[in-house]
């Protein structure tokens, strides 16, 4: 099993539709991580959160919300989605220490919004 | 404050011949670098990354990267470019090292083209 999991990996939406993406990890890690990818944009950061009672707004956090439900789920959440919302979003965690400090990403959810 | 600035949008080389994508980057702390690559319609994929320990790091697949605080860089080279190689490369950066890191900060990437 992938240490990341997201789940869909892949969705077609409507505008105004709610959508939920999800992302389980089963690497013990206290950090997780919401980043999306626009072509030519890298990867921006929309939400992190240090532990199950700590959650921080990314550099784009407008128009979404998460949920820490526990150490190893963190949510994204869409409540009214549109279309600039069109992209691959990935969960990573990240954890351990001094040299070993790593990031592990998940493989990705593409959403689509029609 | 952190930033990542990848100098080149897109990089063609012929197969057999060097690669060197560019990475500039800005940090209030002393930073750890990363070097991903991501084939097409694929994830993420760590090639390298240094966090303060050796200036040249060894990665995957004969990549390697030195850190060069002088000029805030981390440049991305391999010898001999492969068809495989073909990929969008990002370089990537974290204030501190170890458990301080917080997140981390994309460049916008590097598309690398090779030709045969």
């Known amino acids: 099993d992938a240490d990341v999991t997201q789940t869909p990996r892949n969705r077609i939406t409507k505008t105004g539709k709610r959508i939920m993406l999800e992302c389980s990890q089963t690497?013990?890690?206290?950090?997780m991580y919401w980043y999306r990818q626009d072509p030519g944009l890298g990867l921006r950061l929309i939400y992190y959160?240090?532990?199950?009672?700590?959650?921080n707004k990314g550099e784009i956090s407008d128009g979404y919300s998460v949920s820490r439900q526990a150490q190893a789920k963190f949510s994204l959440s869409l409540e009214s989605a549109i279309p600039n919302q069109t992209a691959l979003y990935f969960c990573?965690?990240?954890?351990?220490?001094?040299?070993?400090?790593?990031?592990?990403f998940g493989s990705g959810t593409r959403l689509t919004v029609v | 404050a952190q930033s990542v600035t990848q100098l080149d949008s897109h990089v063609s080389v012929s197969e057999g011949t060097p690669v060197l994508l560019r990475c500039n980057y800005s940090s209030s702390y002393s930073p750890s670098l990363f070097w991903y690559v991501q084939h097409p319609n694929k994830g993420l994929q760590l090639l390298l990354k240094?966090?303060?320990?050796?200036?040249l790091v060894k990665g995957i697949n004969g990549f390697e990267a030195e850190f060069k605080k002088s000029e805030t860089s981390f440049h991305l080279t391999k010898p001999s470019a492969h068809m495989s190689d073909a990929a969008e490369y990002f370089c990537?950066?974290?204030?501190?090292?170890?458990?301080?890191?917080?997140?981390?900060?994309f460049g916008k990437g590097t598309k690398l083209s090779v030709i045969p």
């Open positions: 959160s240090f532990d199950v009672k700590d959650i």
């Open positions: 990573a965690t990240s954890g351990g220490t001094g040299g070993n400090y790593g990031y592990t």
């Open positions: 690497k013990g890690h206290d950090r």
């Open positions: 990537v950066v974290t204030a501190g090292s170890g458990a301080g890191s917080y997140q981390l900060t």
């Open positions: 240094y966090t303060s320990a050796a200036t």
